[in-house]
């Protein structure tokens, strides 16, 4: 597995120049996780669910983070053909996911389920596609380019709408269960100048860090 790990940095430093004191830091603390006894055998046991399958986690971890547009799609190859783009596109708010993997790997019983959901920001958008007075005028070309603020109305749409719609299965779910009171979504609220993905400048950085911080103390009580 320290192999793995070793191969998963050289990856992701060389494709993405990721910041190497917080790339260290999460490594170290993976390879203390695996030596902890107290660790779940269910979490060690989870990649070998299906051999067939297994991957290695320098590939998963390209793979997932392929954004289109940003970086291209990612192939590999076990037994089986690999060929990815970012796992937002399928499940941008993981949360259901996350159920569904619990509930295969344990027996749920009457145990409750507890998520907290922390999602990585959603920018304001209510004034930022309008109507107007002939609807008609809304083709295929005003679908996919919208002129007034330089964003594609199909594109976003898509990609934002399936995070609302995890959110209220969630909720519809728990409510069911009885667990309505278990289910926290955290979201913070962005302008779209701080959503922007390929904004790396440092002063955008310590920015979106400061946005974080901020809705923790806010909601501090509450977690």
Known sequence: MNSLLDEATKHIQQCYNINHQILDSLIATLRYLLTCKWLPNFIRKKAKRDKLKDARTADVCVGTTAAPSYF???FFKTTVDFNLADGGLAANN?????VCEVMKEQKINDR????????????E?????VVGDDPSKWGILRWLWYSENS????????TTASDEMISTYISTIFQYC?????YYRLQAALKLSDAKMDDARPENLKNLEQIGKDLATKHNDEL
């Open 72 to 74: 291209p799609p990612y």
């Open 94 to 98: 993981p949360s259901l996911v996350a």
């Open 112 to 123: 409750k389920l507890l998520i907290l959901s922390l999602g990585t920001g959603e920018a």
């Open 125 to 129: 958008q209510s004034d930022r596609y």
């Open 151 to 158: 964003g594609s109305p199909l594109i976003e749409i898509l």
């Open 178 to 182: 009885g667990w309505e009171e278990n």
